[in-house]
């Protein structure tokens, strides 16, 4: 009986649960990390959150509902250390969500600092990347937005809904960059954020008090890489050919003129698009195709006449051209960046492996430039809202 | 060893725990040993080996067949002498004894690298081992049935696993076929042939256990097609969801793949649950090993009683793995470059001679001095049986 009490005595003493539990009020929980290059090491900032400011029940309001902290050092360990000098608790990465790389550091290469967040377990592969536009990664992380009170969820909710809505954004998630880091024949892109507005109004608490609100941040282009260094920004034309091209579209808006500043507004619901690559004479050729469905959901000219099917038809050509001119900007950027971010090579690869065999060395420099492109773009417009010809006059 | 002498399990629970061994540890780092050189070709390497491992099956239950209900180490001593026998045993004890400190070693990083970063391995390596020592303790009996119990649950968490990543598929991971031709393909069969499939040798020392007087083939057979697929369906998973590039960046594929797992932005974050999936496996591939472990030893030694063997088998194994893989980096060179050699001659080698001897020593002269072997009683049936 003694024998058998000292047991489950002992018992109770050795197995109390496990020594690296960490309960939820002892986590510090991150939710986006910006990253800067200052004097030759990384200043990590660190968003957090603030429980008692998001908490349902309770109404919160006197402080920011995230706090940065920032820590610097020589690994992201060592930075993400460091600041436990000034925060109460240890971070915990599981919830990140937004990965924010400043402009001067990307354009020094980020395969070097990432690999933390693939090596770490706490970090989950699924967080989005943006790259600071001409700014700092820290001060993007520290802005009151409205409707959403964590600017991380409101910018990677932002992120989500423009890429599939609005053409020229990607989210990328970290897997997809570890994949197109890793693999041949492709570029990295990752979309650019920026700050509107004073730099002091984004910090205060009187940004999200007005209506229109001061500060606010803004996805604006697209960075190119080169290897795992920014090349370049496209501009909006590129970027909406770029998100054309490789597919992530689903819907936007096009606007065809049809008078001097007038425009009929299509919304184009659904687009598809494959790249098809093709060796004649030994050198490969690549069709871009893009089919695309949409709606007329403005008539700007009162006297053009959408019953008629050959207007429809025209508007449908009128389309197919200014996609076209997205797409071909999209290439001639990367012919002239020799940066293969639309992925032609890689397209290559998996057709025709032999064939990119022999070209991949200089791919880049030698084939992409000269590369022949033939576009076939079919734009479909099925229908004109809930009315024909409105009786406007 | 008495009480396990009458220890009787069903074929359907040998074939069960035949399929439970080959997925073993590989559902976790057979992704990684594939796609090492065969990239996107991963699954024609899996294929391939799986069609070998059923090659292996046949090849084992020939041997099994030939055993008549019997330890294959009882039998060889009896065909041919207690000495040369014995030694054959030993081998094979060895490679049962290798094989569970690789096990033991990948689970003990496993749970350190993914879940339990600040948990020491000792910590984890002794409660895995004392539940295999109280499971071994409960017999052969008590954990086959329990695999019986639990093979349901991991068949449900693996196809709940499987269907909810079916959105994330993307065919074009798979290009190009054969890029780089076959060579490359062919080096991944090997090492995934033999961690998956030759390493099974341990279910021949189940065989004197399995109730009936039925041949073996078609068990062993189900058992390694079932297995095989599986891996097959994992590995194909990995290559279709993640790519070759992060198979091969990350240890452990298959548990990236549950973190992948995303269904309307609710039904996330099901890796900790779906890691049981893996616990199972590799609890019972590493229990059969410790099992043959030490119910070999007491065979090869004679003894009477094997239960006392258990608690020094499991110190020693413990202190083993922590000394004999002391990092990551070195358990993966060994794992890949060595591993598979030892392998070859242990799981494939050393089978293969005991089936030339069962072989040559043929019929009739089986089981002649049953007095001292623990499967007397089934060899005189079995004689019996063969020789009415």
Redesign the interface.
């Known amino acids: 009986m003694f024998y058998k009490m000292m047991v489950v005595l002992l018992c109770l003493l050795m197995l109390s649960g496990?020594?690296?539990r960490r309960e939820l009020n002892e986590l510090l929980i991150v939710l986006g990390i910006g990253f800067d290059w200052v004097d030759g090491e990384y200043l990590v900032s660190f968003q957090v959150v603030n429980p008692s400011e998001i908490s349902a029940q309770k109404r919160g309001g006197e402080r920011p509902p995230s706090t940065l902290y920032q820590g610097r050092g020589k690994t992201m360990l060592e930075a993400a250390r460091s600041l436990t000098a000034e925060a109460p608790r240890k971070v915990y990465m599981g919830h990140l969500q937004l990965y924010v790389i400043s402009e001067e550091l990307a354009r020094m290469g980020i395969g070097d600092f990432i690999d933390n967040a693939?090596r770490d377990?706490e970090h989950?592969?699924?967080f989005k990347l943006v790259v600071a536009r001409g700014m700092r990664a820290e001060d993007i992380l520290k802005l009151y937005t409205p409707l959403d009170k964590l600017p991380t969820n409101s910018m990677l909710r932002s992120l989500e809904t423009s890429e599939k809505n609005w053409a020229p954004t990607v989210s990328v998630t970290m897997?997809d960059v570890?994949?197109k880091l890793?693999?041949d024949g492709t570029e990295l892109a990752l979309t650019g954020i920026k700050l509107i507005g004073s730099q002091e109004m984004a910090e205060s608490k009187r940004n999200v008090e007005t209506f229109l609100p001061q500060s606010r941040y803004r996805y604006k282009g697209i960075a190119a890489f080169k290897g795992d260094k920014l090349a370049g920004w496209l501009n909006e034309t590129e970027s909406k050919g770029y998100t054309d091209i490789t597919d992530k579209l689903q819907s936007t808006s096009i606007e065809i003129p049809c008078k001097k500043d007038t425009f009929i507004g299509i919304e184009v619901t659904s687009s598809n698009s494959s790249i098809e690559s093709k060796i004649v004479g030994g050198e490969p050729e690549f069709t871009i195709h893009i089919r695309s469905e949409g709606n007329i959901v403005e008539r700007g000219c009162r006297d053009v006449d959408i019953t008629d099917p050959a207007t429809i038809e025209k508007l449908e050509r009128e389309a197919d051209e200014i996609i076209q001119g997205n797409a071909e900007a999209a290439v001639k950027r990367a012919k002239s960046m020799k940066s293969d971010f639309l992925g032609f090579g890689a397209q290559l690869?998996?057709?025709h492996?032999s064939v990119?065999?022999q070209v991949n060395k200089d791919w880049n420099d030698t084939y992409l430039p000269d590369l022949k492109i033939r576009y076939k773009i079919k734009m479909l417009i099925r229908k004109t809202g809930t009315t024909g010809n409105s009786t406007l006059k | 060893m008495e009480q396990f002498a009458n220890a009787k399990i069903s074929v359907r629970q040998f074939t069960i725990l035949i399929i439970i061994g080959v997925i073993g540890d590989s559902i976790l780092i057979m992704p990684t040993i594939v796609a090492a050189s065969s990239k996107q070709d991963a699954w024609l390497s899996m294929a391939i080996a799986a069609l070998l491992g059923l090659v292996m099956g046949a090849v084992f239950a020939a041997i099994a067949n030939r055993l008549r209900r019997q330890s294959p180490i009882t039998a060889l001593q009896n065909r041919i002498g207690k000495a040369a026998g014995g030694f054959v045993g030993l081998l094979l004890l060895f490679n049962f004894f290798m094989c569970a400190l690789t096990l033991m070693s990948e689970m003990s990083q496993f749970m350190t690298?993914?879940?339990?970063?600040?948990?020491p391995v000792n910590a984890i390596l002794l409660l895995f081992m004392a539940v295999i020592i109280i499971a071994y303790r409960y017999g052969v009996e008590s954990f086959a049935r329990v695999s019986e119990l639990l093979f349901p649950v991991f068949l449900f968490l693996f196809l709940f696993m499987v269907i909810l990543l079916m959105p994330q598929v993307d065919l074009?991971n798979m290009?190009?076929i054969?890029?780089?031709g076959l060579p490359p393909v062919m080096m991944s069969v090997m090492p995934a042939f033999v961690t998956g499939f030759a390493e099974m040798v341990v279910l021949l020392m189940l065989v004197p256990h399995v109730a009936g007087k039925a041949k073996l083939t078609k068990p062993i057979l189900w058992g390694y097609a079932i297995g095989g697929l599986i891996l097959f369906i994992v590995v194909d998973l990995c290559v279709l969801v993640?790519?070759p590039?992060?198979m091969e960046?990350k240890y452990y594929p298959t548990f990236?793949l549950a973190?992948?797992i995303?269904i309307g932005q609710f039904l996330e974050?099901l890796e900790v649950i779906l890691m049981l999936i893996w616990i199972i496996t590799v609890f019972y591939k590493t229990l059969l090993l410790f099992y043959a472990l030490t119910a070999g030893t007491a065979q090869v030694l004679g003894l009477k009683e094997s239960r006392m063997l258990t608690i020094p088998y499991g110190m020693i194994l413990i202190v083993a793995t922590i000394v004999g893989t002391p990092n990551i980096s070195e358990y993966n060179k060994l794992l890949i470059y060595y591993y598979p050699w030892f392998d070859t001659v242990f799981c494939i080698g050393v089978p293969l001679v005991v089936l030339a001897v069962l072989a040559a020593t043929g019929k009739g002269k089986a089981s002649g001095q049953g007095g001292h072997a623990q499967n007397s009683q089934n060899g005189q049936n079995d004689q019996n049986g063969t020789n009415p």
């Open positions: 496990c020594w690296s693939l377990n989950r592969m699924d897997d570890l994949k890793s693999a690869n998996k057709d492996p990119w065999k | 690298t993914q879940m339990m970063p600040e948990t074009s290009k190009p054969l890029a780089k993640l790519g590039s992060l960046t990236v973190q992948k995303t974050r």
